[in-house]
């Protein structure tokens, strides 16, 4: 099983960035999917989700109106589009799969928001 994260990097406050994660060795169809940030010190907070078809999305308040989750069952890959970027959003992103009691995490991608 592999969730491999890219696209972090360092990008000014109002900033975009795209981050994508790539699946594979599981039923990635059958998973839903989701996107947390941590922070040293800090609790991993969920940020956003998707469904297993991609048709039920949930965001952290946060992030409502600045953050989209897509993913593309015929690739395995789910993206964060990342919008408005405030300082605030600096973290390690990570990919998760989910179903049931199994939880996959990828090696996570940083993004630092900073001018």
């Known amino acids: 099983v592999q969730l491999v994260e890219s696209g972090g990097g360092l990008v000014q406050p109002g900033g975009s960035l795209r981050l994508s994660c790539a699946a594979s060795?599981?039923?990635?169809?059958?998973?839903?999917m989701r996107w947390f940030r941590q922070n040293p010190g800090k609790e991993r907070e969920l940020v956003a989700a998707?469904?297993?078809?991609?048709?039920?999305?949930k965001y952290a308040d946060s992030v409502v109106g600045r953050f989209t989750i897509s993913r593309d069952n015929a690739k395995n890959t789910v993206n964060l589009q990342m919008n408005s970027l405030k300082p605030e959003d600096t973290g390690v992103y990570y990919c998760?799969?989910?179903?049931?009691?199994?939880?996959?995490w990828g090696q996570g991608t940083q993004v630092t928001v900073s001018s």
């Open positions: 998760n799969a989910v179903r049931s009691s199994t939880n996959y």
């Open positions: 060795g599981f039923p990635f169809s059958t998973y839903a």
């Open positions: 998707t469904d297993s078809n991609g048709l039920t999305k």
